[in-house]
């Protein structure tokens, strides 16, 4: 039997593309040897100080760091564990019931996976953004700044690790079709010196 491996995706709770590549690799578990292990990033930490983003963008982010701020004082008081649950109840409000971010939310999402809603607090404090930084470092650093969410750490064809950002996918494959786009991707980023496959986005996010 081949040996099941593990690969890390980096998630901001506020991205709907990283929402639905988040949605795939739960789909690839349940056809291939690997094990998805999630990790935050911060597209608020990415874009700080970035002057030239629309203000729609930056109205965006200010609400984006209240999801991050949790998820990571989550995952220092409890765990990497704790995070797969936290994003799927924080996300399905987000992405596919509509909820505007903020404490109602966060309350819900952290009574349902069981965890103490006082941690909605974290939303609008720095006590944790140290670890979010270094978090959010660990992710972007193989693959560079000018990428955002999805990131994804995975052992190669070879079993040598690859990093790339994506796949930006809609809606998230399933079953075989789920796997068959995880060996395709791998086979692409680990190809040496490969560093871009890319076409004109013409569908909004499908949340099906």
Same mark, same amino acid.
């Given at each position: 039997?081949?040996?099941?491996?593990?690969?890390?995706?980096?998630?901001?709770?506020?991205?709907p593309?990283?929402?639905?590549?988040?949605?795939?690799?739960?789909?690839v578990?349940?056809?291939?040897?690997?094990d998805?292990?999630?990790?935050?990033?911060?597209?608020?930490?990415?874009?700080?100080g970035?002057?030239?983003?629309?203000?729609?963008?930056?109205?965006?982010l200010?609400?984006?760091?209240?999801?991050?701020?949790?998820?990571?004082?989550?995952?220092q008081?409890?765990g990497?564990?704790?995070l797969?649950?936290l994003?799927?109840?924080?996300?399905?409000?987000?992405?596919?019931?509509?909820?505007?971010?903020?404490?109602?939310?966060?309350v819900a999402?952290? %009574?349902? =996976?069981?965890?103490? #809603? &006082?941690?909605?607090? /974290?939303?609008?404090?720095?006590?944790?953004?140290?670890?979010?930084? +270094?978090?959010h470092?660990?992710?972007?650093?193989?693959?560079?700044?000018?990428?955002? %969410?999805? =990131?994804?750490?995975? #052992? &190669?064809?070879?079993? /040598?690790p690859?990093?790339?950002?994506?796949?930006?996918?809609?809606? +998230?494959?399933?079953?075989?079709?789920?796997?068959?786009?995880?060996?395709?991707?791998?086979?692409?980023?680990?190809t040496?010196?490969?560093?871009?496959?890319?076409?004109?986005?013409?569908?909004d996010?499908?949340?099906?």
């Open positions: 039997m081949t040996e099941r491996v593990t690969a890390d995706m980096w998630f901001d709770p506020a991205c593309w990283a929402w639905i590549t988040s949605r795939w690799l739960l789909e578990e349940q056809v291939r040897d690997v998805i292990r999630f990790h935050v990033m911060s597209l608020a930490v990415l874009n700080d970035r002057d030239e983003l629309s203000d729609d963008y930056k109205e965006f200010k609400t984006a760091w209240g999801p991050v701020r949790i998820c990571i004082a989550a995952e008081l409890h990497n564990d704790v797969r649950p994003y799927t109840a924080l996300g399905t409000r987000i992405h596919l019931q509509k909820q505007e971010r903020g404490p109602e939310l966060y999402a952290l %009574t349902e =996976v069981g965890l103490d #809603p &006082g941690l909605a607090a /974290a939303a609008d404090s720095t006590d944790y953004d140290e670890a979010l930084r +270094a978090s470092e660990a992710g972007m650093r193989p693959v560079g700044q000018d990428v955002g %969410t999805p =990131v994804v750490h995975a #052992p &190669g064809p070879d079993g /040598a690859v990093a790339f950002f994506g796949p930006v996918i809609t809606p +998230a494959p399933k079953g075989e079709a789920a796997g068959r786009l995880w060996d395709g991707v791998l086979l692409v980023a680990g040496p010196g490969f560093y871009e496959l890319k076409r004109t986005r013409e569908q996010p499908i949340f099906d």
